[in-house]
């Protein structure tokens, strides 16, 4: 998904949703702009997909969350998966896993 600015088309943000043939989805590649942080684009996006989710009927989200933005998930319902620890993605970004 690929949210743009109505006004003047640019790219704001982004998600990618994947949906698996057990009715589970993987989010990934959650990403806003610097430019259009703070501005509720990456709260948009993903309650967009949480409201999809529900409307397809899914029967579980999974994302690796940085951990900085644990809370911002965990406002959209999303918790930190049982018994999960800390993991650096790229070597260097701290994630953690999540799900809904």
């Known amino acids: 998904l690929l949210a743009h600015d109505c006004r003047t088309g640019c ?3 982004t998600v990618r949703l994947l949906l698996g043939e057990d009715r ?4 990934q590649r959650v990403s806003v702009l610097k430019e259009f942080r703070s501005l509720g684009v990456g709260r948009k996006l993903m309650q ?3 409201d999809h989710m529900k409307s397809i009927r899914v029967a579980k989200a999974v994302m690796g969350a940085q951990t900085h933005a644990t809370r911002f ?4 319902g999303f918790q930190v998966q049982e018994g999960c620890e800390e993991y650096n993605m790229f070597e260097t970004i701290p994630h953690i896993d ?3």
């Open 24 to 27: 589970c989805v993987t989010i």
């Open 11 to 13: 790219p704001m943000g």
């Open 48 to 50: 967009f997909c949480v």
């Open 73 to 76: 998930y965990e406002s959209l």
């Open 98 to 100: 999540m799900e809904q």
